[in-house]
């Protein structure tokens, strides 16, 4: 029953971040990039759930997204993926308690997305190569990504451990006895 209101909690959380995104981040853009925080997300969901729950969302996110605001379907779909993956090995690597490791796993993780949607466009639309301007719109939103990270890890945090106590459980004392 826990597992069903978490999902259901994580199913709103993304409608919610589907509209903060596609509605207010539209007034509050800097030089009119967004921030991605479905890549903070699926980030999360992979840090704190395991590695197929974070999978599972980062599909369903992505299809979604591609069915709703791109032409070809893949490009979110394939990013978000990545990200998935991504967070799992953060996960086995790092700590989630200290602030620091999130923003530099928010840093990594919006880079490795950017740079795999750019490739995955760069393929399928055959758009021109404007290193220079990728690099301005990385840069801004990665710094919009961060900030965001700093002000939601509180929140992020207390729900992400209620998830991970939920999905992975406490098995430190297995190893022992």
Do not use: C, H
């Amino acid at each position: 029953m826990k597992k069903f209101l978490i999902n259901i909690s994580l199913i709103f959380i993304a409608f919610l971040i589907y509209y903060l995104q596609s509605n207010f981040f539209n007034w509050f853009t800097i030089a009119g990039i967004k921030p991605n925080l479905f890549v903070i997300f699926v980030l999360f969901i992979g840090l704190f759930g395991n590695k197929s729950l974070g999978t599972i969302y980062a599909i369903t996110i992505g299809m979604f997204i591609d069915f709703i605001m791109e032409e070809k379907i893949g490009v979110n779909l394939i990013g978000l993926v990545l990200i998935a993956v991504l967070a799992s090995l953060f996960d086995k690597n790092f700590s989630k308690d200290s602030r620091i490791t999130i923003i530099f796993m928010v840093f990594g993780a919006t880079i490795v997305f950017e740079i795999a949607s750019y490739f995955m466009k760069y393929i399928l639309y055959s758009i021109n190569v404007e290193i220079i301007n990728f690099i301005i719109i990385l840069f801004i939103e990665v710094f919009y990504n961060i900030i965001l990270t700093i002000i939601l890890y509180p929140l992020m945090q207390k729900f992400g451990y209620y998830i991970e106590n939920e999905y992975k459980g406490s098995k430190i004392l297995t190893r022992y006895f």
